[in-house]
């Protein structure tokens, strides 16, 4: 059966789904059709054959129609509802799995509005930092379950994804011969420095039977719930793939959609959870990968598209190339510690600072709260007894600290670890986690009347730290010994702050000694410099 010769089988799954409905929606793409009813929706594969899958034969779809269900309903359980063979009655007509000859088959699906799909959410600006950290979660749990492999991934794998994607970005005519030499050699650069560490992580364990196409298109809100769907199910190869390859696919889209905050947010949360700080490295020339995939699928879609689409398409297949020739481009990795009494505005400047640091997806964010409840197993927003807060345990959750920014450092990224420090051995320390590495360092104290500290602390809710105003009170009347970091005022807006500390953390071009004297965002007569190895 040819794709021209379904018109009979999507001709009974409308009738199927228009009774007493509106007009059924179909949603065609080069390989399916989605037929939306108001509550159904079915998904029909088109009779095709293509280099890397084969839908030719109804048995052949059916069979891809099984796999989708099964390896989708990991992601999307209360999405998917079964795999219906379409088959052929006594008298011609056809039906849902009857005893007659199978004709065709399709996956059977809820239906969700088209507007609750991730990749409309971030356009209309409806998808919050709430919703993202709910799928970092889930994808640190799909990928933690997911069916290890050590036959597919590794650097040869890489390397035959480079090779192939040159050869599919030169027959799209998107680049001359001159870009595509150059984005291939630096492609192939990227993997001599890596390919060691990727073979490391396949004997690892990290290779895994992943999504293999999780882009903000494949990912929904469903029942609340951000939903992973649509995962590759036609080629095992594809979907085999390092887990941080898999992740760098939703990451690339946000950074590509210009949501920097949320890609660091969707990173920092899944690195919170997931076990896979030696592969921070990598997650730029993944990114990359990913958005040369874009660029040359969507600049094949341009060319059968009508005059004014094509433009478009075209335009983004650009954008998508711009992207991943830039996140190639080499960043400095350093470390920024920021500290100040508890209600300070920590965690907050360290998210509006951290998409903005080194390489994407921005800086690795390392909190002493967070790191404390990791370690007694309890979600990050979970009270701990006072027990968790002896000063034995504040120095374990120190050194794990130092010892977990000192790893994103090995691996050429930037780190922010945010803590307290208000202990001047605890302040040296850090910073000699990034002279030891010879890495760069900025230490910045938040600072402000302890009036405006307490009335942000009583004003939390579900909040990592388990501050209050009496552990605030203490940490007033703590000796501090002297502040050498760059000393900032905590009243003033926090972007206000990142403003005022972006321009002076140049990690590439370190300034050295004293800080120039203190602006509007700054405390009067404060002693603030830069500490730089």
């Known amino acids: 059966m040819s794709s021209e010769d379904q018109a009979e089988v999507a001709d009974f799954l409308t009738r199927a789904l228009a009774g007493g409905e509106p007009a059924v929606t179909v949603i065609r793409t080069h390989i399916s059709r989605v037929f939306l009813g108001r509550g159904r929706a079915f998904k029909l594969k088109t009779a095709v054959r293509l280099p890397y899958l084969d839908y030719s034969s109804a048995e052949r779809r059916l069979a891809m129609c099984r796999a989708e269900f099964d390896l989708n309903r990991r992601t999307a359980p209360s999405l998917y509802v079964g795999v219906r063979a379409i088959t052929r009655e006594p008298d011609g007509s056809l039906a849902f799995d009857g005893p007659g000859p199978l004709v065709d088959a399709v996956v059977e699906m809820h239906r969700f509005p088209q507007e609750n799909l991730f990749d409309a959410m971030v356009r209309t600006g409806r998808l919050t930092p709430e919703l993202v950290a709910t799928l970092a979660h889930r994808i640190a749990v799909f990928h933690a379950e997911a069916e290890i492999s050590h036959r597919h991934g590794g650097a040869a794998a890489m390397a035959a994804l480079v090779d192939l994607n040159d050869k599919a970005l030169r027959a799209s005519c998107l680049t001359t011969d001159g870009e595509a030499n150059d984005l291939a050699s630096r492609f192939r650069y990227a993997l001599l420095r890596h390919g060691a560490l990727l073979d490391a992580r396949r004997a690892a364990g990290k290779v895994r039977r992943c999504h293999g196409d999780l882009t903000l298109r494949n990912i929904c809100l469903f029942d609340g719930v951000p939903t992973p769907f649509d995962g590759i199910e036609f080629d095992e190869a594809i979907a085999t793939i390092d887990v941080l390859y898999d992740l760098a696919f939703v990451l690339m889209d946000l950074w590509h959609r210009e949501r920097r905050d949320l890609a660091n947010l969707l990173f920092n949360r899944y690195l919170d959870e997931a076990d896979e700080a030696d592969g921070i490295g990598l997650l730029p020339v993944l990114m990359a990968l990913r958005a040369t995939i874009r660029a040359h699928v969507t600049a094949v879609q341009a060319q059968g598209a009508g005059a004014g689409e094509r ?166 009347e703590r000796d501090c010994g002297p502040i050498t970091w760059w000393r900032l005022d905590a009243e003033r807006p926090p972007e206000t702050l990142r403003a005022t500390l972006l321009p002076r953390i140049a990690f590439g071009e370190p300034f050295e000694g004293q800080a120039p004297p203190c602006d509007d965002a700054g405390v009067p007569d404060a002693p603030a410099r830069a500490s730089v190895p």
């Open 311 to 476: 433009a478009e398409k075209l335009t983004e297949a650009r954008d998508y190339l711009d992207l991943a020739g830039s996140l190639l481009d080499e960043a400095q990795a350093g470390l920024v510690a920021i500290g100040g009494l508890s209600g300070s505005g920590k965690s907050t400047v360290a998210t509006l600072l951290a998409p903005w640091l080194g390489a994407a997806p921005g800086a690795r964010i390392l909190s002493s709260d967070r790191i404390r409840k990791r370690m007694h197993g309890v979600a990050a927003t979970t009270r701990l007894p006072a027990a968790a807060y002896e000063a034995s345990v504040s120095e374990q959750v120190y050194a794990t600290l130092r010892r977990e920014a000192g790893n994103v450092l090995k691996a050429g990224h930037c780190a922010i670890a945010d803590a307290v420090f208000d202990r001047p051995a605890e302040r040296s320390a850090m910073e000699r986690v990034a002279s030891g590495l010879g890495r760069p360092f900025q230490g910045v104290w938040l600072q402000a009347p302890t009036a405006t500290l307490s009335s942000r602390i009583e004003g939390r809710r579900l909040d990592p730290s388990d501050a209050t105003v009496e552990v605030l009170v203490a940490q007033a």
